[in-house]
């Protein structure tokens, strides 16, 4: 560099690595793949969209390269264009399958990350209304408002209804995607226009390359492989490159070209129908995107596909949802749009089921993490979802390295902690145990693995003495540290492991009890020392670090882990300095990587303000009800100007999952010692007089019903357990409101020690005993 004269250049590289704490590992080698796609994306992205201005754009490109836009962002120093304004789609697929599709917010049909994308347009009275610059004239939503598939409404202004609706569904085998658009003449007069359908060389996030494209016989075939399948032949198909413009702009009074390749991969094509409808006349226009391979041979079982199986397949879909949206837990929500959400989230989230794996995203992120994973598992277990769950184990400890690391990446060390607790959390909610004997010697490896890092510190005189290496960590707290939340998740995993082992009669070496005691006694002599430098401000994240939005990661030790109680002091205080300097607009803002309004660090501080009885968290899950998406989606981050996506993928898995997590423990919360119900119920539900509760909850203590019905002027709850084991555990029921001076009374005796019931009005909370019976009622008199 000096040689260069680029002597200036030469602080900057070595600053670079002394950014964070000394580590083995600098970065995780598995984020450069990441790093490079988006690298070279974001360069291609930036030289064909600025040399091809007249060409429609996706809709985040036409947004955020328009100076008009409130999503503007200039190009400027940066070579790379990356959507940063709406960075939204909504994932569609088959549970259990690795495919899946992608529906940006006007309708744009992606079949798979990084490839080209189609899109429906309407040519009328003059107008070209393509759904990229149809801003404002766009509408969304779920069929049905909660079942996975999406319909697009478009507005034209001319008495033309236009809409589609996009599903994937199985076909003899085939994993199909329907495109069915349907055109209705609203008017008084006869409509005649266009409609098409184009081929784009894009996608929502990056350039889309097609090389060679091709249409023969109703089929658009894209880079030689199956693409598109049209059940009605078009009236005029034309293919055109950079060179010759966007096909949509196309005269027809020239011959189109059916094919064309380009090394610049910027090909587009169009298929066009001439259509005339009377007054309220309507027409359905219906394409196949395929995911396997389609043949049209003559003999191709393809071939009887048409409108009308399309239509008899969909209403077997239709059923098929609706009877998977009836397994496992059972929730009544008197709230209209929480109820949407949640049913909603339910019903989509096998999307992010692979079969062997679960992933964070369909695009960015779909490969599998163990972070993302352990969240995912945990909310199919609360859905009681158990056959989601145990298939996912074989594939961890399948890759589990010979030194007893999980990893998921290199440089990141939260995992080992993270298997052992998901593994046991699910154990203990369907009494699994002696299904996992065979794991025991991987398990224990496992612990050792932590026990070997812990012990190369131990000696340090450094403020991490004990803990575990400096490392990314969970990727969104900065650079390699001696995070918190890394030693949280290790200490959580193996007292879990043990009192898993101890429920299984399982015999574990003597060593890990007493290494599990001075691990301990090292982390917490970390987080004093900690604490007490920042002066009682809150907890850092790390012995290293002052006060910032990464200290958000530390309530993960409250809530899920139980490492600390709700009202110890470093969290309250931590609460407040997070709640003062980080949220806004009703979120979680983490200013770290994400710089966005992150929805799942959201739920991670509602859960612990829910845990202290702070009703604040009633405000973020409004939020967060406030800032999805037409199709209750959320990307990983949120733009705070924009309120489209700005990073990661943009339907996030580990979002979806901390959703109905949270939904779900606000009817029910089982915590290590204690069962509690309706701790998150809001009382403005009561008002409304209309009755709630759940069905079928499988938690770590047993099986939980109960409906709250209004009689009167008392609520009745009735309630049902099952318990999983002899063993029971004290049962509250918290009061959303006030209690009157009248005693709530259990009807008809059925309570058979009336010691049993008592009042702990203090707490806000009637304790229902541990009790031997397992159905019981009782009447709330109460004033809001």
Same mark, same amino acid.
């Given at each position: 560099?000096?040689?260069?004269?680029?002597?200036?250049? *030469?602080p900057?590289w070595?600053?670079?690595?002394?950014?964070?704490?000394?580590?083995s590992?600098?970065?995780?080698?598995?984020?450069?793949?990441?790093?490079?796609?988006?690298?070279l994306?974001?360069?291609?992205?930036?030289?064909?969209?600025?040399?091809?201005?007249?060409?429609?754009?996706?809709?985040?490109?036409?947004?955020?390269?328009?100076?008009?836009?409130?999503?503007?962002?200039?190009?400027?120093?940066?070579?790379?264009?990356?959507?940063?304004?709406?960075?939204?789609?909504?994932s @569609?697929?088959?549970?259990?399958?690795?495919?899946?599709?992608?529906?940006?917010?006007?309708?744009?049909l992606?079949?798979?990350?990084?490839?080209?994308?189609?899109?429906?347009?309407?040519?009328?009275?003059?107008?070209?209304?393509?759904?990229?610059?149809?801003?404002?004239?766009?509408?969304?939503?779920?069929?049905d408002?909660?079942?996975?598939?999406?319909?697009?409404?478009y507005?034209?202004?001319?008495?033309?209804?236009?809409?589609?609706? *996009?599903?994937?569904?199985?076909?003899?085998?085939?994993?199909?995607?329907?495109?069915?658009?349907?055109?209705?003449?609203?008017?008084?007069?006869?409509?005649?226009?266009?409609?098409?359908?184009? *081929?784009?060389p894009?996608?929502?996030?990056?350039?889309?390359?097609?090389?060679?494209?091709?249409?023969k016989?109703?089929?658009w075939?894209a880079?030689?492989?199956?693409?598109?399948?049209?059940l009605s032949?078009?009236?005029?198909?034309?293919?055109s490159?950079?060179?010759?413009?966007?096909?949509?702009? #196309?005269?027809?009074?020239?011959?189109?070209?059916?094919?064309r390749?380009?090394?610049s991969?910027i090909?587009a094509?169009?298929?066009?129908?001439? *259509?005339?409808?009377?007054?309220?006349?309507?027409?359905?226009?219906?394409c196949?995107g395929?995911?396997?391979?389609?043949?049209?041979?003559?003999?191709?079982?393809?071939?009887?596909?048409?409108?009308?199986?399309?239509? @008899?397949?969909?209403?077997?879909?239709?059923?098929?949802?609706?009877?998977q949206?009836?397994?496992?837990?059972?929730?009544?929500?008197?709230?209209?749009?929480?109820?949407?959400?949640?049913?909603?989230?339910?019903?989509?989230?096998?999307?992010?089921?692979?079969?062997?794996?679960?992933?964070p995203?369909?695009?960015?992120?779909?490969?599998?993490?163990?972070?993302?994973?352990?969240?995912?598992?945990?909310?199919?277990?609360?859905?009681?979802?158990?056959?989601?769950?145990?298939?996912?184990?074989e594939?961890?400890?399948?890759?589990?390295?010979?030194?007893?690391?999980?990893?998921s990446?290199?440089?990141?060390?939260?995992?080992?902690?993270?298997?052992?607790?998901?593994?046991?959390?699910?154990?203990?909610?369907?009494?699994?145990?002696?299904?996992?004997?065979h794991l025991?010697?991987?398990?224990?490896?496992?612990?050792?693995w932590?026990?070997?890092?812990?012990?190369?510190?131990?000696?340090t005189r450094?403020?991490?003495?004990?803990?575990?290496?400096?490392?990314?960590?969970?990727?969104?707290?900065?650079?390699?540290?001696? #995070?918190f939340?890394d030693?949280?998740?290790?200490?959580?995993?193996?007292?879990?492991?043990?009192?898993?082992?101890?429920?299984?009669?399982?015999?574990?070496?003597?060593?890990?009890e007493?290494?599990y005691?001075?691990?301990c006694?090292?982390?917490?002599?970390?987080?004093?020392?900690?604490?007490?430098?920042?002066?009682?401000?809150?907890?850092p994240?790390?012995?290293y670090?002052?006060m910032?939005?990464?200290a958000?990661?530390?309530?993960?030790?409250?809530?899920?882990?139980?490492?600390?109680?709700p009202?110890?002091?470093?969290?309250g205080?931590?609460?407040?300095?997070?709640?003062?300097?980080?949220?806004?607009?009703?979120?979680?803002?983490?200013?770290?990587? +994400?710089?966005?309004?992150?929805? #799942?660090?959201?739920i991670?501080?509602?859960?612990?303000m829910?845990l202290?009885g702070?009703?604040?968290?009633?405000?973020?899950?409004?939020?967060?009800?406030?800032?999805?998406?037409?199709?209750?989606?959320?990307?990983?981050?949120? +733009?705070?100007?924009t @309120?489209g996506?700005?990073?990661?993928?943009?339907?996030?898995?580990?979002?979806?999952?901390?959703?109905?997590?949270?939904?779900?423990?606000?009817?029910?919360k089982?915590?290590?010692?204690?069962?509690?119900?309706?701790?998150?119920l809001?009382?403005?539900w009561?008002s409304?007089?209309?009755?709630?509760?759940?069905s079928?909850?499988v938690?770590?203590?047993?099986?939980?019903?109960?409906?709250?019905n209004?009689?009167?002027?008392?609520?009745?709850?009735?309630?049902?357990i099952?318990?999983?084991?002899?063993?029971?555990?004290?049962? #509250?029921?918290?009061?959303?409101?006030?209690?009157?001076?009248?005693?709530?009374?259990?009807?008809?005796?059925?309570?058979?020690?009336?010691?049993?019931?008592?009042?702990?009005a203090?707490?806000g909370?009637?304790?229902l005993g541990?009790?031997?019976?397992i159905?019981?009622?009782?009447?709330?008199?109460g004033?809001?």
């Amino acid at each position: 560099m000096r040689i260069s004269r680029k002597a200036h250049l *030469i602080p900057f590289w070595e600053t670079l690595s002394h950014m964070g704490r000394p580590s083995s590992v600098s970065f995780p080698p598995e984020l450069f793949e990441q790093g490079w796609a988006l690298l070279l994306s974001g360069i291609n992205n930036t030289l064909a969209i600025h040399s091809n201005p007249q060409w429609v754009w996706p809709y985040w490109v036409e947004q955020q390269l328009n100076p008009s836009s409130p999503s503007f962002i200039p190009t400027g120093v940066n070579i790379m264009t990356v959507n940063l304004s709406h960075r939204n789609w909504t994932s @569609l697929g088959l549970a259990g399958s690795k495919k899946e599709i992608m529906v940006d917010p006007v309708g744009m049909l992606t079949l798979k990350p990084y490839s080209w994308s189609v899109f429906p347009y309407v040519k009328s009275e003059g107008k070209i209304h393509v759904p990229p610059r149809m801003d404002g004239s766009v509408e969304q939503e779920l069929l049905d408002g909660v079942l996975p598939g999406v319909r697009t409404h478009y507005r034209t202004g001319s008495g033309l209804q236009w809409s589609s609706e *996009i599903y994937v569904y199985a076909d003899q085998g085939e994993e199909l995607v329907a495109l069915r658009n349907q055109l209705v003449n609203s008017s008084s007069e006869i409509k005649t226009f266009s409609f098409g359908l184009s *081929i784009r060389p894009y996608n929502p996030l990056t350039l889309g390359p097609l090389n060679k494209l091709k249409y023969k016989n109703r089929l658009w075939r894209a880079n030689r492989e199956p693409g598109l399948l049209l059940l009605s032949e078009p009236d005029f198909v034309h293919v055109s490159n950079r060179d010759r413009g966007d096909p949509i702009f #196309y005269k027809h009074g020239l011959s189109g070209e059916p094919e064309r390749y380009s090394l610049s991969g910027i090909v587009a094509g169009i298929s066009e129908y001439q *259509i005339t409808l009377r007054p309220n006349e309507s027409r359905e226009l219906i394409c196949l995107g395929t995911l396997g391979k389609i043949d049209l041979h003559p003999n191709s079982k393809f071939q009887y596909i048409d409108a009308r199986s399309v239509r @008899l397949a969909y209403s077997g879909t239709r059923e098929l949802w609706k009877s998977q949206s009836l397994e496992g837990l059972e929730m009544d929500i008197p709230q209209d749009d929480l109820s949407r959400a949640f049913q909603a989230v339910r019903n989509r989230f096998p999307v992010f089921d692979d079969g062997e794996y679960f992933t964070p995203g369909t695009f960015v992120y779909h490969q599998t993490w163990i972070r993302d994973s352990v969240y995912m598992m945990s909310a199919c277990d609360k859905m009681n979802w158990p056959q989601r769950v145990a298939g996912k184990f074989e594939l961890i400890f399948k890759n589990q390295l010979p030194n007893g690391f999980f990893r998921s990446q290199t440089g990141e060390w939260d995992s080992n902690g993270q298997v052992l607790w998901a593994l046991a959390s699910h154990c203990r909610y369907f009494g699994k145990g002696g299904e996992y004997t065979h794991l025991l010697p991987k398990l224990i490896k496992g612990v050792r693995w932590i026990m070997q890092q812990t012990e190369k510190s131990r000696t340090t005189r450094g403020l991490h003495a004990g803990l575990l290496p400096a490392g990314f960590s969970a990727e969104h707290f900065g650079p390699n540290d001696h #995070y918190f939340w890394d030693n949280f998740w290790s200490l959580a995993g193996i007292r879990d492991f043990m009192e898993l082992a101890k429920d299984s009669n399982w015999k574990l070496p003597e060593w890990i009890e007493e290494y599990y005691e001075g691990y301990c006694s090292d982390v917490w002599a970390a987080l004093d020392h900690a604490y007490e430098k920042e002066a009682g401000l809150g907890l850092p994240c790390s012995p290293y670090r002052r006060m910032d939005s990464a200290a958000i990661g530390n309530l993960v030790a409250v809530d899920h882990l139980e490492l600390f109680g709700p009202n110890e002091d470093w969290v309250g205080k931590t609460v407040q300095f997070l709640w003062e300097t980080n949220c806004r607009q009703g979120l979680f803002f983490q200013q770290i990587i +994400h710089t966005g309004l992150n929805v #799942y660090l959201s739920i991670q501080l509602a859960r612990v303000m829910m845990l202290r009885g702070d009703q604040r968290f009633r405000q973020i899950l409004h939020s967060i009800l406030k800032h999805a998406t037409p199709t209750w989606t959320w990307p990983e981050a949120i +733009h705070p100007r924009t @309120l489209g996506g700005c990073m990661g993928d943009g339907d996030h898995g580990w979002a979806a999952a901390e959703f109905l997590s949270l939904v779900r423990d606000m009817y029910v919360k089982d915590l290590r010692e204690s069962l509690h119900l309706g701790w998150g119920l809001d009382p403005v539900w009561f008002s409304s007089r209309k009755s709630m509760g759940l069905s079928n909850a499988v938690t770590r203590h047993g099986t939980v019903s109960y409906r709250l019905n209004p009689r009167e002027d008392v609520w009745e709850l009735e309630y049902n357990i099952v318990w999983h084991q002899a063993k029971r555990v004290p049962v #509250y029921f918290h009061l959303p409101f006030s209690l009157s001076k009248r005693r709530p009374q259990a009807s008809l005796s059925e309570l058979p020690n009336q010691n049993l019931l008592t009042l702990e009005a203090d707490q806000g909370c009637i304790c229902l005993g541990p009790f031997n019976q397992i159905t019981s009622s009782l009447n709330l008199v109460g004033a809001l």
